[in-house]
Structures are given as C-alpha cells and as structure tokens.
C-alpha cells in the first residue's frame, strides 16, 4: 500500500514547552505529486517542513518516507532534500561546487559527478553556469541553482520552504510557472509551503491549508476554493465577503441567517455540519459570486427573493485594477460594506462612485460556518 | 560642516591646514626613524652626514648592521617564536570561544563573556606581574611540595606566551565572533540536508566562512605579540624578545643600527597589516560596521 | 510568538541548568584560560599585597603594603600625579581627535576618506616602542626640531625638548591617538549628514549644531574613546620611562621599581592592586555616567 505513497505522516506532533506548534497532523502524499501546505505566518508549517528534513525530532507520531520510518535518522541521511527560504547557496564556492556539494558527500568518483552536474545543469537551462560565482547570478537564477543542487541527489520528496519569497512580483509569477514545469518534467515528489494562496493554488496538484498547527483542509486548489470546508479555509483561500450572524430559521437546507449589523442573507451549510436554529455562523460570498445592475429604485437594504438575496447600495470606491477591477459597495441602511467584482468584459467601466447598484447572488453561493470564535485560542494571550 | 553647506573659504582652509599638521604630527617620528637609518653617523641624530647602509650590513665594531648583530638577530627570533606561539593559540582558543558565545547557551554566559572582556581593560603591567606572582606561587609550591624544580614557570618564554595570549586572546574572541555572527545558519543545515556529517559541514562550510576573520585576527595577534612591551617586560627571563633588547639600548644610548630594526619592523607590520585588511574584504557579507 | 517566549522561559525556571558535553568541552578552553591566566593571578596578586614577609618564604597577614603606600608622599603623589597627567592626556587626545574623525567621517568622502583613515591606523601597527625612539629622534637636543630652531636662528644653541611633561603630554597623546579616532569615526558615521542638513534649514550655527546634534549623538564614541585612551595611558610604562623627566615618575615605574629593582613583590602588587582598583573605577563611573555597558565599547 505504501508503494504508492512517497510521504506519510502520523499523527505527528511538536510541541515546545507548552506551546504545540504541530497538532496531530496526518497526511500521505501520492508519488509525483506537488504538494502545497499553505498557511498563515506561525501556524507551524516551517515547524512541519523541518521534521521532514529532520532538523527537528516530532515529538509524537511518525514519519514515513517510500515505506521507511525516519524517527531517530539524522538529516544528512535522510532522501529528502530542501531548498532553503534564502536558498543558503554556499557563498564560498561556484554553481558547480554548490551542485557537486552533495554528491562529494556521497564519494562519487569525479567524472560521474561532473557528468551529473551538467546534466542537471542543462535541466534547468543553465547549462554554462558551472563556473560562475552564486553572487553573479540573478534571483531567479540562483532558485535554479538551489533546485539544481537538490535534484542531482535524485531525492524521494524535495522540501520547498517559501523559495519564491525573496523574489520580485514579476518573476515570481514567472517562477510560479517554471517551478510546476519542472516538476512535471522531472516526476519528484514537491512539499511546497507557503503562505501566498496564489503560489499553492496555480502550481499545486493537493494543497493542505494550515492554521495553529492543524490542517483545516486538504483537497485540490479547486475543492479550496470552491468548496471549503471551514471558515478559515473559506476566509483565508482566495478573497470573500464576511459575515457575522445568527441562524433564524431554516427551510430545506438553508438557513436564513440575521446578522449582527442589521438586515438578512440567506445561505447554506459550507460543510457537512447540519445547522441549527440558533447557531452563530460566518457567510462568506466571493466578490465574482455576486452580479450587479444598476438600479434607480429607492429600495435598499438586504432582501431575498426567487432564491436570490439582493442589496442595494451606493458605490464608495472603485479599485480599478484591470481584469481584477473591483467595487465596493456600501449598503446605506445596514451600514455593510460589500466589495463585488467588476465583470472583464467591461459591461461597467463606466461605473462611477456615489451610483446606486443592485447586487445579487444564490443562496447556495453563501457559505455559512458555525463559529468556532472563543473556543481555546484566545485563551494563551 | 558637511560639503553640502555653504561656508566661508577661509574656515575651510583652515580646517584643511589643521587636518595637514595632524597627519604630519602622525607621520613625523616614524618618518624620522626611517630616515636616520641611513645616517653615516653614530648616533641616530643630527647632523646629517650622508647616507649608508652600514646599519643594516656593516660587519666591524662600532658599525655593526643590523643582520650581523648577533643579539639582535636572536631577539628577532624569540619574538618571531613566541608570536606564532601566542597567535596559534590565541586563534584556536577565539573560535571556541566564539563558538561557545554565539551557539550555545548555558548558565552564567554573561557572566563568562564579561570576564572574558576583562583583559582588555587590565593595564599591561598589571597583567604581567599578577602572571609573574601567580606562576611564580605554583612552581614555589611544586618545589615545596614535590621537589621538583618547574623551570618553565620562571621568567623566560613560556610565561612571557601565556601572558601574551592572556589578552590577545579577547582580541581573536571579538573578531572571530562578529564574523561567525554574520554567518546564516541555514547554510550549514543546507549541508547537512546534502548529505554532509556535522563534521563535513563544519570543515566545508563553516570553517572556510570564518578563515578571513582566523587570518586577520592571527595577523593582529602575530602584530601585537611582536609588539608587546608592558607584559612582556615583566615576565622576561634571560632570553630577550625584540622589544625588551630594543628597549635596553635606547636607555643605553643607540646607534642607528636602532633605526634599521625599526625601519623593517615598519616595513613588515605595514605590509601584514595590509594583508590583514584585503583578507577581511569579503565580497560575500555586506560589511556594515 | 509572545506565547512560544512565555513558554520556553516557564521551561527554563523549571528544569535543572545542565550543560551539554559539548558545550562543556568548547567552554574548557576558555575557562582555562580565564581561570588560569585572569582570575586566578589577580586573586593571587591580592592575596601577595596583603602579607607581609617575615623571613626567607614566611609571610603573614598585614596591610602593612597599603599603610606604607598611603604613608609615603612619594608613592601617593605619584599615583594622584599619574591619574591627573592620564585625565589631562584623555582630554587633549579628545580635543585633538574630534575634528580629525569629524573631517574623516563627514567631509571627505570615497578613496579619499579610506586613504586618510588608514593613514590614522598605520601609525599604530608600529610598535611603541618604534614610535616613542621617533619622537626621542625629534626632540633632544641633538635632535631634528632642536637642529631646525637653530638654523633658523630662533634659538642661539641646542635646546632640550625631552623630558618635560609637555613632552610627555605629546607623546601619551600620539600613542593613544587611535583608540579615540577609531571610535569616533565610526559613531559619526552613523549621524545622517541630512540631522545636520535640518539644523541647518531650521536655522541653527556651526557652533549650535555641534552643541545640540553632533556630540549628543557622538556621546557613545567618546565615552568608549574616553575610557580606553584614559585605561592605556593609565596603564602606560614606555612612554613616561622614555620620554618624562627624572622627576616625572609614573605609577607603573613605581610598580616595575619594587617588582624588578627592589625585589619588593609585596608592596609591588599592593600598588598594582591600587592601579588596577583606581582604572576600575574610573572606567566603572564613565561607563554610568555615559550610559554604556563594557560590551557596547568593544562593538
């Protein structure tokens, strides 16, 4: 069974002092796959990565790599390699020396350890880099470099710890691309982490989304976006409208939910919970999930008809950014702020601040979550 | 003030002749001790009597060149002894203290960074007799006590090295540790990810990152052994290094056989010193002292 | 965060202080040596200032040392006569070396600022001895500056410069000179010339600029500068032997004289035990009164 998978991880759990910085984590990953754990600063997944290298011993539960325990085996032998958040590109010596690095450690003779390094060289399209000095390269070249340095060591699973995070925004967009590519072409398992939502969703086949040391979610970017299953994967994957409310009554599934500022939405159950009447709840509506026109009505306010819930409101900004041009819309009795995305066809362009707009959008495109607000997390502050 | 206020020329100049007679002021005896090095004279002084080598190579009494003269010749070679001595073990005993202070963390660590800052701020003097009595007790103690009769915690060599390496050592401590501070941790777990043992990691990565600093803290400590006079002073035995037969000498009167030692004295410290510099320019670390 | 530093400082006050095995060998040299080489022989040096020598290896407890050093006006004036010449040498080297670092670190800029600022240091990788037999070159009375008085007809015969206390003055500054410059310069470096730029537009002098953004901001490099030259000169043997007169005696020739001359190691290391209490307190009221610890001076 363990064939399949090359990274299994049990029950794993890291705590310092009182602190569990890892909390009960499981998770298998398929051979081949590239694997995101996605995350806010602090939720533990460096903490995660680092017991996969081995730089930290768990303090409960277990490692699996290609069916082998790696309790008790120091990183040095471990088959997994890592690029580095600041790739640590060894200063004192050329792109060469960095690659054949690893393999001198192995005792390789000379000539298949060159070999090795100009292939692997050519790989990622660097192949005259050899001789150069690391501080000669540009940044994207040098992320080359880490991954080069990691692959000619033919690893099981190789840890990406935020390498694009140092990068500027173009080229990280570009490396985004690059880096799915290479994957792809050579067939080892990736474990990426990182705190950009985008990075995990564009180049990850499974991503894992982590918050105080738990997994809240693991599925394709799709299933995060689309479906999430908790209020901090729907809050925290991709941009949403929030709010906060209680349940009123229910018909059928959906639930209408007052909210604490005034006025009604209706929507459904995010996950598999069955609310009640009664419950506290966070909605969540995408800004795409919501259709405007314009509207010369007096009617404002929140209303639900045909399955639909509207509001009407006054436009306060425009946030032009091109395709992903948004409006924010404030609702004058309620006081809700509701930001909407402009439609790329450009059926709005002309829209202007202080206009009255109608919004609208299904039932079943508000997700609402049962609170979990109170329960053991504000307690340690 | 700053060049890009207005001010009056006449302040300017002023300043300018003021920063000129500072660096005549520096440079005024080291240049004269060259210079009278080549007198024809026998006493490093006016008048000026044209110039000779005879002070680095005459062979015949009083003229004695300074590479024919036996005692100083010798001298040269103490000190030359006791400075690769001192700086061998001032340098390994720095990086691991700096190891020590910047990787590990155990009780009363502030406590041991304090002393070890201490000699520093210990007159040379000082140090050097409480050196002179501390061994002097132990070998008078062994001769007591056992019979045995330790030569080599009387004035002589060995003690004149502990007591250089005594605050030598705080100089290597300082300046290996700021270097190893610099350095990003992650390299070495980037080694030990590739395979490397510990061991590995620290001969192939570590190391190679603090050898500027291990060069240039050694050339500092080889300068300032060779140079040492207070402590020295007070722990000499019969064999004497350079500065203390130097400074017999002066108190004797000299010839410019004198100025020859120190012309090449400058010669080889300025260039060391040099040395010490461009081996510390690391393209590698942006400097930011 | 917070919560993972509470914690891990909650962990330390309850598990027993171990030191590792390697931690405990890297520490072995370093107590060695400090045990060995510093603490030790200055312990020793107290306890040798306080006996008294009764016969061939006989010793007995006394102050005798101390009451013979507060008792004879040689001794005592020496010793206020060596801290006063070494606050006076402290503040000439400041007056002197302030607007040596300011020209340094603020006026001059790229090759030619490094150039001057090695030219600073060159001097002092030369032995003092070196140094000290120059200025004996340049100042007796057969020397240069004595030869150029008399040639050009301001003095009528030699003049003897050696062996004054202005003399002395001249030569405890230069051997000192580094130790405020080097310091200087690098906290002026860090003033921001647009703090000054700003005074200036807000309408403030050359003198009031000084006054209110230079030397406030300057006040840790003199205070390191200050404490260091004053320790050196205190501490200072080549300098008063070589260039003081017969009668300038410097308290580390009084130490030398009982520990080599009289063979008096007794009294010797009450009078080192006195200089090295008298440095430390000095350096101990400078460091609070400048509001610096001994690790930022090394920095």
């Known amino acids: 069974m363990s064939n399949q998978l090359d990274l299994e991880c049990r029950q794993l759990v890291k705590s310092f002092g009182k602190f569990t910085a890892v909390d009960n984590v499981s998770l298998e990953i398929p051979k081949g796959s590239f694997f995101s754990i996605l995350g806010p600063s602090g939720c533990g997944k460096t903490t995660l990565l680092r017991m996969l290298a081995g730089f930290i011993e768990p303090s409960a539960g277990d490692i699996v790599i290609k069916g082998q325990s790696m309790l008790g085996v120091p990183p040095n032998k471990r088959p997994v390699n890592m690029v580095f958040q600041h790739l640590a590109l060894f200063p004192m010596m050329n792109v060469a020396e960095n690659i054949a690095y690893g393999l001198k450690r192995r005792k390789l003779p000379q000539a298949e350890i060159d070999k090795k390094v100009a292939d692997v060289l050519e790989r990622v399209s660097l192949p005259d880099a050899g001789p150069k000095d690391v501080t000669q390269l540009s940044g994207g070249q040098r992320q080359r470099i880490a991954i080069a340095r990691s692959l000619v060591l033919e690893p099981a699973v190789l840890l990406l710890d935020e390498p694009l995070g140092a990068l500027d925004l173009k080229l990280r967009e570009h490396m985004k691309v690059e880096l799915k590519q290479l994957q792809h072409e050579v067939g080892t398992t990736f474990v990426y982490i990182t705190h950009d939502q985008s990075e995990a969703l564009v180049m990850s086949d499974n991503v894992a989304v982590m918050n105080e040391g738990r997994f809240e979610q693991v599925g394709s970017p799709q299933d995060l976006y689309y479906n999430p299953q908790t209020a901090f994967v729907a809050g925290f994957v991709g941009d949403s409208n929030r709010w906060s409310g209680r349940v009123d009554s229910l018909d059928n599934g959906k639930a209408l939910v007052s909210l604490d500022d005034g006025g009604a939405i209706a929507g459904i159950s995010g996950n598999d919970r069955v609310l009640n009447v009664g419950d506290r709840v966070e909605l969540f509506v995408r800004p795409e999930a919501i259709t405007i026109e314009r509207d010369s009505s007096a009617q404002t306010g929140t209303h639900i008809e045909d399955g639909q819930n509207t509001l009407s409101g006054i436009v306060e900004n425009l946030l032009f950014d091109g395709a992903n041009s948004r409006a924010q819309v404030r609702d004058q009795q309620t006081g809700h702020q509701v930001t909407v995305s402009l439609p790329q066809t450009g059926a709005f362009s002309d829209l202007k601040s202080g206009e009255q707009i109608r919004l609208s959008w299904g039932v079943d495109k508000a997700r609402a979550y049962v609170s979990q607000a109170g329960v053991g997390k504000e307690q340690a502050a | 003030m700053i060049p890009s206020l207005p001010q009056s020329k006449f302040s300017t100049r002023l300043y300018a002749a003021y920063i000129t007679l500072f660096f005549i002021y520096l440079a005024a005896p080291l240049v004269v001790v060259g210079v009278f090095a080549f007198n024809d004279s026998l006493f490093p002084s006016m008048p000026w009597n044209g110039v000779t080598f005879d002070w680095f190579i005459g062979t015949e009494e009083p003229r004695i060149g300074v590479f024919n003269d036996g005692q100083l010749l010798e001298s040269i070679g103490y000190s030359g002894f006791i400075a690769v001595c001192v700086t061998l073990l001032s340098v390994f005993v720095g990086t691991c203290n700096a190891f020590l202070f910047e990787r590990h963390n155990f009780p009363g660590k502030n406590v041991l960074y304090i002393f070890a800052l201490m000699p520093l701020v210990i007159p040379g003097v000082i140090l050097g007799i409480s050196i002179l009595i501390f061994t002097n007790s132990i070998a008078n103690g062994v001769e007591d006590s056992f019979g045995l009769d330790l030569d080599f915690l009387r004035p002589g060599l060995f003690i004149v090295i502990m007591g250089q390496f005594a605050f030598v050592t705080t100089i290597t401590t300082l300046v290996i540790s700021a270097r190893l501070r610099k350095f990003d941790t992650s390299l070495e777990e980037a080694a030990l990810n590739l395979g490397a043992t510990k061991w590995e990691a620290m001969k192939t990565i570590t190391l190679p990152f603090l050898k500027p600093a291990m060069i240039g803290a050694g050339i500092v400590c080889f300068l300032m052994s060779f140079e040492n006079f207070n402590t020295t002073l007070m722990l000499v035995g019969s064999d004497s290094p350079l500065t203390i037969t130097m400074f017999d000498r002066l108190k004797q009167g000299s010839t410019p056989a004198l100025n020859a030692v120190s012309l090449m004295l400058m010669v080889v410290s300025g260039a060391l010193a040099l040395v010490s510099v461009f081996v510390q320019r690391d393209k590698n670390v942006p400097d930011n002292e | ?299």
Not at chain 3, 73 to 90: E, H, K, Q
Not at chain 3, 221 to 241: E, Q
């Open chain 3, 1 to 299: 965060m917070s919560t993972l530093q509470m914690t891990s400082g909650t962990e330390k006050s309850t598990t027993i202080p171990m030191i590792k095995l390697g931690t405990f060998l890297l520490m072995l040299p370093l107590l060695l040596w400090l045990f060995l080489l510093i603490i030790l022989p200055h312990l020793d040096l107290l306890t040798v200032s306080l006996r008294e020598k009764l016969g061939y290896r006989e010793y007995a407890f006394s102050l005798q040392n101390y009451i013979e050093f507060f008792t004879e006006p040689l001794y005592w004036n020496t010793f206020v006569r060596t801290a006063v010449m070494s606050i006076v040498a402290t503040a000439i080297t400041l007056i002197v070396g302030f607007p040596v670092s300011y020209y340094i670190a603020k006026v001059i800029k790229g090759k030619k600022r490094n150039l001057l600022f090695m030219m600073c240091l060159i001097p002092f990788w030369v032995s003092e001895l070196v140094r000290t037999f120059g200025w004996m070159i340049l100042l007796r009375e057969s020397g240069v500056i004595s030869n150029f008085l008399q040639w050009t007809g301001l003095v009528d015969g030699p003049v003897e410069l050696l062996y004054t206390d202005a003399t002395l003055m001249v030569g405890l500054v230069y051997t000192s000179m580094l130790f405020m410059v080097v310091p200087l310069v690098s906290v002026l470096d860090t003033l921001d010339d647009s703090l000054i730029e700003a005074g200036y537009d807000l309408g403030g002098s050359t003198y009031s600029i000084l006054r209110e953004i230079v030397i406030p901001h300057a006040m840790p490099g003199i205070a390191s500068g200050c404490i260091v030259v004053f320790m050196l000169t205190l501490g200072n043997y080549l300098t008063p032997t070589l260039l003081g007169g017969k009668d300038s005696l410097w308290f580390t020739e009084q130490i030398y004289n009982q520990f080599i001359t009289r063979f008096n190691w007794e009294s010797g290391s009450a009078f080192g035990f006195l200089l090295l209490f008298l440095s430390s307190v000095i350096v101990f009221v400078g460091l609070k009164l400048s509001r610096q610890t001994l690790a930022d001076t090394v920095k």
